[in-house]
């Protein structure tokens, strides 16, 4: 079975978890549910998705911005180590975040 099939069943396996709630945080979980008409748990796992997201999001744009910072530094020597000149377009593409910016 390939890795990409295997990614596809995994995600859809649920973990049972127990977890802790201040009243005044599980009042507003059980609006939620009932606003978005979601299960509390579905509830929880999209925000957590969501926030792993951003934080995925802010990670690769500040290895962007690192990266432009270096080529910046290292302006027509980028053809030794890459083989080309690394445009702003080139640079986004090589490292993921188009879709951010």
């Keep these: 079975m390939?890795?990409?099939s295997l990614m596809r069943i995994f995600r859809h396996m649920k973990v049972r978890k127990n977890i802790t709630l201040s009243e005044e945080a599980d009042?507003?979980?059980?609006?939620?549910a009932r606003e978005m008409g979601k299960s509390q748990s579905k509830v929880i796992e999209e925000l957590i998705l969501r926030e792993a997201k951003?934080?995925?999001?802010?990670?690769?744009?500040?290895?962007?911005?690192?990266?432009?910072?270096?080529?910046?530094?290292?302006?027509g020597k980028t053809k030794l180590v890459f083989g080309e000149d690394i445009?702003?377009?080139?640079a986004k593409e090589m490292m993921g975040v188009e879709k951010y910016l």
């Design 2 to 4: 390939h890795t990409h």
């Design 27 to 32: 009042k507003f979980l059980k609006e939620l």
């Design 54 to 75: 951003d934080r995925e999001k802010e990670k690769r744009l500040r290895a962007f911005e690192e990266f432009m910072a270096d080529i910046e530094t290292y302006k």
């Design 87 to 90: 445009t702003f377009q080139k």
